[in-house]
Nanobody, 124 residues
Framework: QVRLVESGGGLVQAGGSLRLSCAAA????????MAWFRQAPGKEREFVAR????????YYEDSVKGRFTISRDNAKNTVYLQIDSLKPDDTAVYYC?????????????????WGQGTQVTVSS
């Protein structure tokens, strides 16, 4: 069992930045591929970014490339999502997810463990 707890969300103005964190507990964090998803009001949950176990490989959803950066610190059992140049369309609940193995895909069904989410609201 892996327990995930997100933090770092909040209310920011368009053009601002946030760094989301997801702290993991329960198993060897470095054995798990990680990802971030988000769910906007009235929409389905969508993939944002994913990272392999070592942190050396990352993938992003096209609309966030160049603005979002996923990273991890295995010594701190934490994965991060740096969000720059925020837009109102980025408003959503952001979730981190984990799966055992080297790298997960971009579907939420690829991941076994989920955090409770952190709200990001971007004002125009």
């Amino acid at each position: 069992q892996v327990r995930l707890v997100e933090s770092g969300g909040g209310l920011v103005q368009a053009g601002g930045s946030l760094r989301l964190s997801c702290a993991a507990a329960g198993r060897t964090f470095s054995n798990y591929a990680m990802a971030w998803f988000r769910q906007a009001p009235g929409k389905e949950r969508e993939f944002v970014a994913r990272i392999n176990r070592s942190g050396g490989t990352t993938y992003y959803e096209d609309s966030v490339k160049g603005r979002f950066t996923i990273s991890r610190d295995n010594a701190k059992n934490t994965v991060y999502l740096q969000i720059d140049s925020l837009k109102p369309d980025d408003t959503a609940v952001y979730y981190c997810a984990a799966r055992w193995g080297p790298l997960g895909g971009s579907s939420d069904s690829d991941y076994n463990y989920w955090g409770q989410g952190t709200q990001v609201t971007v004002s125009s």
